[in-house]
């Protein structure tokens, strides 16, 4: 009986000696991530004295150029209470960047809404299964862009922001 218990006892600390090593690994692994995270709230603090950050991603979509436009994205408070979506473009070397055009905020209420971009594209594309819809930037557009599948294909479909008009860009994906 004392060799079982000590078996089990044995097990349960390699037990948790692997998950305490998958739990460093995750951190490890994120920590570049989530300094981006922290830049952007940080330089969104900064520049336009927003508060209560949600809801952000991470875009990147290349540019005709060959190189990756790199923005994080969150929905925030501005100074009036507010809320508003906020673009923070990234070099590539992961930083903020800085002057005209790193920071960029729009009034939610002035522009569209996930939901009604969803609505859109369903009346636009009734049999295309929607898998993701983030906001964005093309071709120096604020956009919602709509990840989705369409029979055998996958697409990238662009909507304006603003107006919810689509950009004269559709992304075909290889079959893979």
Same mark, same amino acid.
């Given at each position: 009986?004392?060799?079982?218990?000590?078996?089990?006892?044995?097990?349960?600390?390699?037990?948790?000696?692997?998950?305490?090593?998958?739990?460093?690994?995750?951190?490890?692994?994120?920590?570049?991530?989530?300094?981006?995270?922290?830049?952007?709230?940080?330089?969104?603090?900064?520049? &336009?004295?927003? +508060?209560?950050?949600?809801?952000?991603?991470?875009?990147?979509?290349?540019?005709?150029?060959?190189?990756?436009?790199?923005?994080?994205?969150?929905?925030?408070?501005?100074?009036?209470?507010?809320?508003?979506?906020?673009?923070?473009?990234?070099?590539?070397?992961?930083?903020?960047?800085?002057?005209?055009?790193?920071?960029?905020?729009?009034?939610?209420?002035?522009?569209? +809404?996930?939901?009604?971009?969803? +609505?859109? #594209?369903?009346?636009?594309?009734?049999?295309?299964?929607?898998?993701?819809?983030?906001?964005?930037?093309?071709?120096?557009?604020?956009?919602?862009?709509?990840?989705?599948?369409?029979?055998?294909?996958?697409?990238?479909? #662009?909507?304006? #922001?603003?107006?919810?008009?689509?950009?004269? &860009?559709?992304?075909?994906?290889?079959?893979?």
């Amino acid at each position: 009986m004392k060799k079982k218990k000590k078996w089990i006892w044995i097990s349960l600390l390699i037990l948790v000696l692997i998950l305490f090593g998958l739990q460093r690994y995750y951190v490890y692994v994120t920590q570049d991530q989530r300094k981006e995270e922290a830049l952007a709230i940080q330089v969104a603090q900064e520049q &336009l004295g927003i +508060t209560s950050p949600d809801e952000l991603r991470k875009y990147v979509w290349g540019d005709k150029n060959g190189s990756d436009n790199i923005y994080w994205t969150m929905i925030a408070k501005n100074k009036d209470n507010q809320d508003v979506m906020v673009w923070v473009k990234f070099d590539n070397n992961n930083q903020p960047v800085q002057g005209k055009g790193g920071v960029h905020s729009e009034l939610l209420q002035n522009g569209m +809404t996930e939901e009604q971009i969803r +609505t859109r #594209f369903s009346s636009e594309i009734p049999g295309g299964e929607i898998k993701r819809i983030m906001p964005g930037v093309v071709n120096n557009i604020y956009v919602w862009q709509v990840y989705y599948k369409d029979g055998s294909h996958n697409y990238y479909r #662009f909507y304006r #922001f603003s107006n919810g008009e689509q950009v004269d &860009l559709v992304y075909t994906l290889p079959n893979s």
